[in-house]
């Protein structure tokens, strides 16, 4: 049975055109493996060049031929989805649009290439292209949304699959292709009417002009009624397809994202999108249950009241019931399995990831089992979903403390710090963050599984989102208390991660990674006397050359405010030591200018470390504070101060921060009682901003 060979010449005779019809023929009904033999004879490259010859039918033909030919394995795809395949496609629509049986075969071949997610689209927004130099692609493809309903159908797919920046997407909106679409919306069959819907999903997703422009038009329906285009939306949600409601779902939802509805719409209309969503859910075709669940994580993403009310309409265990099998006679593909994972995780992650409640509901629905399931399972973005899940459930103290122990989903999450994937590996690290916090149960679980020796390998990282994460963890793993126990934990992160590697960080071309590496810094210098003694020797001759560390980073022009405060707390931290640590820091004057300057005209967060660091300088009972007193006094502190403290001074911190260290530079704070540690004396960084990474 010899393998089949594509046509070697462009022949118009009928001869040739019967051969190629028949080899379109024997492709369109091949299975897989005789397409990939017909691949690896190299049929493609003879089909491109057919796609130029003269005569249009033997043009349609091939590229009928190409279409079918996408419809196969991955090396298939690879080889199909070339740019020449694109280009021949491409220009055969503009070239001789009169054709409508080539244009429609083309566009419709284009489409399927595009569906595979493999084929670029550069080309389709490239400027200046043969096939329609004056208007461009997508002017060329809007143009043909004039066309007959498969030429309609096929270039709002092409559009659906191609607009994945805001760039693209405005490109279509300039060339007048949103308002040609909406045109489409109720008066074409449904086919197009899901096509078109398709298109405008895409369209609209994060794109606040376009958005705002379709909020403002009206469509006239088939009974001749005049009304806003999003209640046109959602008439669409009563559909008969599934697949119709599901895309409605996602127009409206686009638009809530921009706030544009408002005003526009009836009120109700969120609560009908949620209520659609969740009975997609239960569709028996598998991309439609993956896309409600996808519509309903970005419809409630940072929504604590939509979150609530999907809880309350009974959404968690309808996702709980896309990690089982589905019921009947359906049996799904491995990828449709993946699928399921990927969007209930998805789902759940966006549910529960700001309400206790929610998470309680989650944890209540035994899904749990699945999550750690899925944290090892062979697909990447069900690994990355499940590690976004997790990290969702690990902002409750309480589940930390119980459920998510229990479930034991510590390791495999340490384990994804070493996947190939740098998405799994940040959305784990990010996570970890959590899991290490102080009250954590498996902050000696992460630890003893090697977790400190990961997460100074992800600081190290060229990938900022790691390297971030990797620092972010480690200082919430030093937040701790005065203790033997702390004393260990800071030794066995120093061992691996080098002081000189840290003050590296600090320097980051990424701000967030100084700030991060600063609070870590600062946890390093929170404890005892001794103790900070102790890590100042360790990173440096002694503490003059820690404070003109500090002192050079809050010279830099233009810091950040977070970074200007997280190194003052380190300031402040080191003057909680020794008189030998308190004198460094008032023997540098550049510091104590900027210190000053802080005060006068720093933002609240940065004006309160400032105040800490005179009142830890000037504790009255401390050995050598009168002579710090005088020498910051002679700098002008105690009347800046004075000055500071206005009536329309309004955060009361400030306030009281204020008045305490007024009374110890004019010398009439003695006596007083030295707040505890656990106070604001010796500050330490909470970490509660870790809760939210």
């Known amino acids: 049975d010899p393998t089949p060979v594509a046509p070697t010449q462009r022949h118009c005779s009928v001869f040739g055109l019967s051969c190629l019809v028949l080899f379109c023929w024997l492709v369109d009904m091949a299975v897989p493996c005789r397409k990939a033999q017909y691949v690896a004879a190299g049929c493609i490259p003879k089909l491109v060049q057919l796609l130029g010859d003269d005569d249009c039918d033997v043009a349609m033909h091939a590229a009928a031929s190409l279409g079918s030919l996408a419809r196969g394995s991955e090396v298939q795809l690879q080889a199909v989805c070339q740019p020449d395949v694109i280009e021949g496609l491409v220009t055969n629509l503009g070239r001789r649009p009169e054709h409508a049986h080539l244009v429609e075969t083309c566009a419709r071949s284009l489409r399927i290439l595009y569906q595979t997610g493999i084929a670029s ?63 489409l919306l109720v008066r074409r069959g449904p086919r197009v009417q899901e096509a078109v819907l398709e298109a405008l999903a895409a369209l609209l997703y994060d794109t606040p002009e376009i958005c705002a422009w379709v909020a403002k038009q009206t469509c006239t329906t088939g009974n001749g009624v005049s009304e806003p285009t999003p209640q046109c939306f959602v008439g669409f949600l009563h559909a008969s397809r599934g697949n119709v409601r599901l895309l409605a779902c996602a127009c409206l939802t686009n638009l809530e994202r921009q706030n544009v509805l408002s005003g526009v719409c009836d009120a109700s209309i969120l609560g009908q999108v949620l209520s659609c969503v969740i009975g997609l859910l239960q569709s028996k075709h598998v991309t439609v249950r993956y896309g409600a669940a996808i519509t309903m994580a970005n419809l409630v993403e940072d929504r604590q009241q939509l979150q609530q009310q999907l809880c309350e309409r009974g959404a968690v ?120 916090m102080e009250f954590s149960p498996m902050k000696k679980v992460v630890m003893d599984a090697g977790g400190i020796e990961k997460l100074v390998e992800l600081t190290r990282s060229s990938h900022s989102r790691l390297r971030l994460n990797g620092v972010w963890a480690l200082k919430n793993l030093l937040f701790e208390a005065d203790t033997l126990e702390a004393t260990v934990t800071k030794s066995r992160v120093m061992q691996q991660l ?33 103790d900070i003694e102790r890590q100042i020797s360790a990173a440096c001759s002694g503490a003059p050359e820690l404070i003109d560390r500090m002192a050079t980073k809050l010279a830099q022009p233009n810091l950040p405010s977070g970074v200007t405060r997280q190194a003052l707390y380190v300031v402040c931290n080191v003057a909680t030591g020794t008189a030998a640590h308190k004198n460094a820091v008032v023997a540098h004057t550049a510091l104590c200018e900027t210190i000053l300057g802080a005060i006068q005209h720093g933002g609240v967060s940065v004006r309160v470390p400032a105040l800490w660091t005179v009142i830890n300088l000037t504790w009255p009972d401390d050995a050598g504070a009168a002579e710090r007193t ?25 306030r009281e921060r204020l008045k305490t260290a007024i009374a110890q530079l004019k010398g009439e704070a003695r006596g007083a009682e030295r707040p505890s540690a656990g106070a604001s004396y010796l500050p330490v960084d909470h970490t509660v901003s870790s809760m939210d990474l």
């Open 498 to 530: 080098r002081w000189d590697h840290l003050f590296s960080l600090l320097d980051d071309q990424i701000v967030d990674v100084q700030k991060e590496a600063l609070a870590l810094l600062r946890n390093l210098v929170y404890g005892s006397a001794e």
């Open 630 to 654: 005088r020498k910051l006094n002679a700098m002008g502190y105690l009347r800046t101060l004075q000055l500071v403290l206005q009536p329309s001074l309004t955060d009361l911190n400030v």
């Open 121 to 183: 689209a550069e080309l389709l927004f490239e400027v200046g292209h043969k096939a329609c130099p004056t208007e461009g692609l997508p002017g060329l493809l809007v143009g043909l949304l004039a066309g007959t309903d498969t030429v309609v159908e096929s270039v709002a797919g092409v559009l659906a699959c191609c607009c994945k920046t805001v760039e693209r997407r405005m490109q279509v909106f300039q060339a007048s292709g949103v308002q040609r679409l909406l045109g």
């Open 317 to 436: 265990p309808r996702l709980a019931e896309l990690f089982l099998p589905m019921g009947g006679d359906v049996t799904p593909e491995p990828r449709q399995e993946w699928m399921l994972k990927e969007g209930a995780l998805v789902a759940l992650s966006a549910i529960c990831s700001s309400r206790e409640d929610n998470r309680r509901e989650v944890i209540k629905s035994d899904v749990l089992k699945h999550v750690v399931a899925c944290l090892k399972d062979p697909e990447v973005s069900v690994r990355h979903a499940a590690a976004r899940c997790t990290r969702s459930l690990s902002r409750s103290v309480k589940n930390l403390r119980t459920c998510l122990m229990d479930a034991g989903i510590a390791k495999p999450l340490l384990a994804l710090l070493s996947d190939k994937s740098v998405d799994v590996r940040a959305a784990a690290s990010a996570t970890l963050c959590n899991l290490v």
